[in-house]
Structures are given as C-alpha cells and as structure tokens.
C-alpha cells in the first residue's frame, strides 16, 4: 500500500485534473457554437447533449475524481488502496467520456457503447473509494457525506444507463421519470454532497480555522437526504406536494451547512482570504439562494423554462464555480509538492506562494459571472446577439482560467 502523499497520488490527481480543462474548454467552445439552439431552448439535440457531457463528466466528475485521489488520504486519513489501478481507471474513463461524448454529437443512436466504457471508468473508481474508505481505522463525519456523495455517483450511472438504453431502443420506459432521477443524483447527490464533505475540510484550511463547532454537520446531511428521497418520489409519483416538500429539506438542508461554514470563518485567523478562495465561498452563497428559489418555483408550479434556467445556474454557479475556486488553491499545492518537495535542503526552492498569480483571477471569475448572467438574460429575451456575446465571454474566460493554471505547471 502506497503512502498517503506519494508523488505518484499527486501525478494521478494531476492527470485527471489537467485533463478535465480540456473538457471544460472544448464544452464551452460547443455551447458558444450552439447560441442559437440554446437561445430556442433545444437542449435536447445531440450537440448540445455532446457539450453538457463534456462538461459535467469530461469536466467536473475528471477534476473531482483526481481532487479525491489526492484530498481521500487527507480527509480520512488513510492511503488509496492502489494508485497503479487509479491509472488504469483513468485510461478507460477518459476513453469513456470522450466516445461517449462524440456518439452523443454525431449518432445518439449508438451512444449505449460509450456509455458502456464510461461506466466501467466510474464502477473502477467506486471500487478503489470503497477499498480505500473500508481500510480507514477510524470513521469521522466527513465519511458519510463522502460515501453518500459516492453512491450517488453510482446511482447516476445507472440512471444514466437506463437513458442511454431508452435512446437505443426507442423505448419510453419512464423516461421523464428516469432523466429528473439522473439530474438530480447527479447534481445534488454527487456533487453537492461531495462539495459539502470536502469544504468541511478545505475552508477550515485554506482560512486557518480553529475552534469551530460543526455542529449541524449531521442534520444537514439527514435532511438534505431527506429532500432528495422526497423528490425521487415525486419524480415517480407525479406529485407536487412531495416536490415541494423536498425543496424545502433541501434548502434547509444545505442551509445547516452555510452556518457551519460562517462558523468557521467567524473563528479563522487568517484575515486576508486569497481571491480564488473567496470565490469558491461565493458559491456556497449562490448555492443556498439557488436552493431557496427552487423551492419558491416548485410553490409556483412553473414551467419547463424557469427549470431549466435554475439547473443551468446550479451547474455554472454552485458546482462549478465551487470546483474553479477550490482548484486555483489544490493544483499550486500538487505541483510545489511533485517538483520541489524532495529538493527541500538540498538547494533553494521557491516558496508556495511563488507559484500563485491572482492579479488576474478578479477579472476572469468576474468574466465568468457575468457570461452566466448574461447568457440567462439572453436565452429569457429570446436575443441571439446577446446569446453569442455572453458565450463567447464565457467560453474566454474559461480559456484564460485555463492559461492561469498552465502558468502555475511553468514554474
């Protein structure tokens, strides 16, 4: 068994992060592409279907899968089970996701294959996390919302699964019923519980807290659990009052969480937060407010549209401005730690703080907000000029976000 902070755990974690950016790049470019169909509300055509899969599995579900191969041995302090194996399961999930991704765009028809592939990706990486967390000596309460976050996962794929037969078959084996249960596995069982569990963890570091309580960690993760079964149900039932009982959990939820996170920044000792730190924090707020609004709509019964707009704010504002926030403090950490670590005494090495560049984060995460702003201004106007700007402001900022993090590997 390999130790905790190997330098091949930290090459593992880069290589899924780095090559996430990719993904997140090439999704960007499709959607700017795209500007007229997003502008009509056609979603669901296989272009579109191509870039929303690059970039919630090409992106977010590569970078979170190597910021758990480096963050697992920190927060529940014990060893991956076998980094050889983490390679291995790289090859095929990125294989996965890109044949995947391409038969989305081009034949739907045949994409049960690349789904195929891409789920024997993640069932490896579920197999590695339950080694790993079964060989933890002392379970603490991040382990549950890890474990939690990673049985979403697998539940998604299923669902996921089960879409991409309909697709291939022509059948419509509760399809609707199927596609809400796969959002919402995916986006607020697997991501935003994992999210949860690891800013119990980051904040606390990256703002030097002690002292704090964590007090409603536990109620938090029951009742947002709670929501979600309640919405699972009426996604089957067809019903609206558990739909709206389960926002409510929901928000209630993840507001528990926001507390504990004042908490700990009310008792930090660093003062003066890095600007890519802050705006991981920032999301937590849009989170809530995202959380709360959803329950608002669910009293209103509104339609398709306003629905859609609340996931894609979800998506871009929660999830992955949380990820594009976090990942500006982990990968200066990963490779100081790969290049300089073992020269330490030996000759002079740059300090962590040398690989660090924000005079340019403000203008890129705020370039960010407003494409996503924009871009939901556009599409509520129906403008196609106003579509085509803010995705193209979008899609820049994720390429200079991109140069940033390739700057930090130059030093």
């Known amino acids: 068994m390999n130790n905790s902070f190997s330098h091949v755990n930290i090459k593992l974690a880069l290589a899924f992060i780095l090559t996430s950016l990719l993904g997140l790049v090439a999704s960007q470019f499709i959607l700017f592409w795209n500007s007229e169909w997003l502008i009509h509300g056609y979603f669901r055509i296989p272009s579109l279907w191509m870039a929303f899969h690059l970039l919630i599995l090409g992106f977010a579900v590569m970078v979170v899968m190597g910021a758990m191969y480096q963050m697992i041995p920190v927060v529940l302090l014990t060893p991956i089970w076998n980094e050889r194996f983490g390679f291995y399961q790289y090859i095929i999930t990125i294989s996965g996701i890109l044949i995947l991704s391409i038969q989305l765009g081009l034949k739907p028809s045949i994409a049960f294959y690349g789904g195929a592939i891409t789920i024997i990706g993640i069932l490896m990486f579920l197999f590695q996390m339950y080694l790993t967390i079964k060989a933890q000596k002392q379970k603490n309460r991040i382990t549950g919302l890890v474990v939690g976050a990673l049985t979403f996962l697998f539940l998604t794929i299923i669902a996921g699964f089960l879409l991409a037969w309909n697709i291939g078959n022509g059948e419509i084996l509760r399809h609707e019923s199927i596609f809400s249960s796969h959002l919402l596995f995916g986006l607020t069982g697997?991501?935003?519980?994992?999210?949860?569990?690891?800013?119990?963890?980051?904040?606390?570091?990256?703002?030097?807290?002690?002292?704090?309580?964590?007090r409603w960690i536990k109620k938090a993760y029951f009742i947002y659990l709670l929501g979600m079964f309640f919405l699972i149900l009426s996604f089957w039932m067809n019903d609206s009052t558990l739909s709206q009982i389960g926002w409510l959990l929901l928000w209630i939820?993840?507001?528990?969480?926001?507390?504990?996170?004042r908490e700990m920044l009310a008792k930090r000792l660093r003062r003066q937060l890095d600007r890519s730190f802050r705006f991981a924090l920032m999301a937590i707020y849009f989170g809530s407010v995202i959380h709360f609004l959803a329950f608002i709509v669910s009293l209103m019964k509104a339609n398709a549209v306003i629905w859609g707009v609340l996931i894609y704010l979800y998506i871009m504002t929660w999830i992955i401005f949380s990820i594009l926030g976090y990942l500006k403090k982990i990968v200066p950490v990963l490779w100081w730690t790969l290049k300089y670590d073992k020269k330490i005494g030996k000759e002079q090495v740059p300090a962590l703080k040398d690989l660090i560049n924000e005079k340019n984060d403000i203008?890129?995460?705020?370039?960010?907000?407003?494409?996503?702003?924009?871009?939901?201004?556009?599409?509520?106007?129906e403008n196609i000029l106003l579509m085509q700007v803010f995705q193209g402001l979008l899609f820049v900022s994720i390429v200079l976000y991109g140069i940033t993090i390739i700057q930090i590997l130059r030093k």
């Open 363 to 381: 203008i890129i995460y705020c370039s960010f907000l407003i494409g996503i702003v924009g871009t939901v201004i556009a599409f509520l106007t």
């Open 253 to 261: 939820g993840f507001t528990l969480f926001l507390l504990d996170i």
């Open 190 to 214: 697997w991501f935003t519980l994992l999210i949860i569990g690891f800013s119990y963890k980051l904040v606390p570091m990256f703002s030097l807290a002690h002292g704090f309580s964590m």
